[in-house]
């Protein structure tokens, strides 16, 4: 059983930056697409950036050129550098790993807060 814990959330003022990351367990990292979603109260969760085992990368418009995904499979961690926050960017943000059609596994989310 994979698991992943979600750490780095926090708050910050508009313009910040936050690098949240998701350290996973298991032996499949290497092998998986990651991503990470955010939701907010009520709305249905989105997905804002995507890597794939080979390192390509897609992300939400709304963060596009702003956010950054990276993944250290060594450590089998991935992380998402986010830039140039907004008030907009407020959610809670889980990070996802999917292994072939069967094997996915949600983390437990951490809270990123922007305001002034």
């Known amino acids: 059983q994979v698991r992943l814990v979600e750490s780095g959330g926090g708050w910050v003022q508009p313009g910040g930056s936050l690098r949240p990351s998701c350290a996973a367990s298991?032996?499949?990292?290497?092998?998986?697409?990651l991503n990470w979603y955010r939701q907010l109260p009520e709305k249905q969760r989105e997905l804002v950036a995507k890597?794939?085992?080979?390192?390509?990368?897609h992300y939400a418009a709304s963060v596009k050129g702003r956010f950054t995904i990276s993944r250290d499979n060594a450590n089998n961690t991935v992380y998402l550098q986010m830039d140039s926050l907004k008030p907009e960017d407020t959610a809670v943000y889980y990070c996802h790993q999917k292994w072939t059609w069967a094997y996915e596994y949600w983390g437990q989310g951490t809270q990123v807060t922007v305001s002034s």
């Open positions: 890597i794939t085992p080979n390192n390509n990368t």
């Open positions: 298991g032996d499949i990292f290497a092998y998986s697409t």
